[in-house]
C-alpha cells in the first residue's frame, strides 16, 4: 500500500492538472473572441493535454489500490489584456506546477515510494518541455510588439499544433 501523505499529495495533484486544463480551456474561449484561432486552437491542444494528465495521476492512484477523490476546482481567469498576458499567465502557472512536481517527487524519496518517483520523473520531464515551449511563445510575443501582422503571423503558426 501507498503511505497517506504520498497518495493524498498525488490526489491533490489530479485537481491541480484539471485546472489547468479549465484556466487553457478559459485562454482558448478569449483568444476564439479576439479572433485568434489558432491561439485558441493551441490553448485548446493544451488544455487537453492537461486532462491527460489528470487521468495518469488518477489512473496512478487507481492501480496501486488507492481511493480517488475528485476536488473542487477553482474558477479561471477569463479576462486577458493580450495574448502576451495570457501566454504571460501560462507561464507562471506552468512554473507553478512544476515546483509543486518537484515537491511531489521529494515526497516521494522521503517516503521510499519508487513506482511513484518514476511516474514523477515523467511528469519532471513534461514540465521542462511544457515550460520551453510556453516561454518562447512568451518571447515571440514581447518580440512582435503591437505588430499585429507579426501577431497573425504568430496565430497562423500556432494553429498547426496537433495538425
Ligand atoms: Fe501544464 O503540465 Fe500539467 O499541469
Known amino acids: 500500500p501507498m503511505k497517506g501523505a504520498v497518495s493524498e499529495a498525488i490526489n491533490e495533484q489530479i485537481k491541480h492538472e484539471f485546472e489547468s486544463a479549465y484556466i487553457y480551456l478559459s485562454m482558448a474561449a478569449s483568444f476564439e473572441e479576439a479572433s485568434l484561432p489558432g491561439m485558441a486552437r493551441w490553448m485548446r491542444h493544451q488544455s487537453e493535454e492537461e486532462l491527460e494528465h489528470g487521468k495518469k495521476f ?68 513534461e514540465q521542462v518541455e511544457e515550460e520551453q515551449m510556453t516561454s518562447e511563445i512568451v518571447d515571440r510575443l514581447r518580440l512582435a510588439g503591437d505588430d499585429g501582422s507579426a501577431i497573425l503571423l504568430l496565430d497562423r503558426e500556432l494553429g498547426e499544433r496537433g495538425e
Open 58 to 125: 488518477m489512473n496512478f492512484l487507481l492501480d496501486r489500490g488507492e481511493h480517488v477523490r475528485l476536488l473542487g476546482i477553482d474558477q479561471p481567469p477569463d479576462s486577458f489584456r493580450t495574448p502576451l498576458d495570457a501566454f504571460e499567465q501560462a507561464l507562471e502557472h506552468e512554473k507553478f506546477i512544476t515546483g509543486r512536481i518537484h515537491e511531489l517527487y521529494e515526497l516521494a524519496v522521503r517516503e521510499n515510494d519508487y513506482p511513484a518517483q518514476v511516474l514523477l520523473q515523467w511528469f519532471i520531464e
